[in-house]
């Protein structure tokens, strides 16, 4: 079943602001792996997350693995339209876990 | 040029009828996935295949089945068991081993059962 509890589900943002979209587990998770899909695509690999506290950026995307490795976050500033789609976080070994994902849509 | 293909990008079927979703993967991958997504579910796993002749079941295999007779190819065949069978499908594939690894996703197939 579902590891992994994302919110919000939903998120509108105004062009040029930032937000931030979380994941979250009751259980310590081995790993946090981040994809994004655009409308009517598939899934893309954006990032993996290993140890506890790790941080890392991409461009405008800052991803973050909680201490406790129960929760992530990934925070993009600046939003662009070309930020739109879903972002999931998946988790736990081969077998991935995924969250039911952030829709992400941008008000020009 | 390497990656995951599937067809086709759409397919109709009666229902009753069992229908096969093909995918096949160049990038000499051991392991191969198929989930199912929904509006507003994520995507949920059916079956996974870590090595050749061998898969298991994941999260929703019940009305499913797969094989995985060659390396390259895991095709995945929705039965008239499947209750609900109208959805998105997308196979997915990634190195094999302890360690964790990225999956690479085919276009996927939206199977519309009428």
Redesign the interface.
Known sequence: ??QVM?IP?YQHVQEGEDFTTYCNSSTTL??I?WYKQRPG?????LI?L?KSGEVKKQKRLTFQFGEAKKNSSLHITATQTTDVGTY?C?SN?????????TTVTVRA | DGGITQSPKYLFRKEGQNVTLSCEQNLNHDAMYWYRQDPGQGLRLIYYSQIVNDFQKGDIAEGYSVSREKKESFPLTVTSAQKNPTAFYLCASSMAGGKIHEQFFGPGTRLTVL
Request: aromatic share 16%; hydrophobic share 30%.
């Open positions: 079943g579902q994302q589900q081995s790993n792996q695509g598939h899934p893309v690999f993996q290993v999931f998946a070994d081969y077998k991935l876990s995924f969250g039911a994902g």
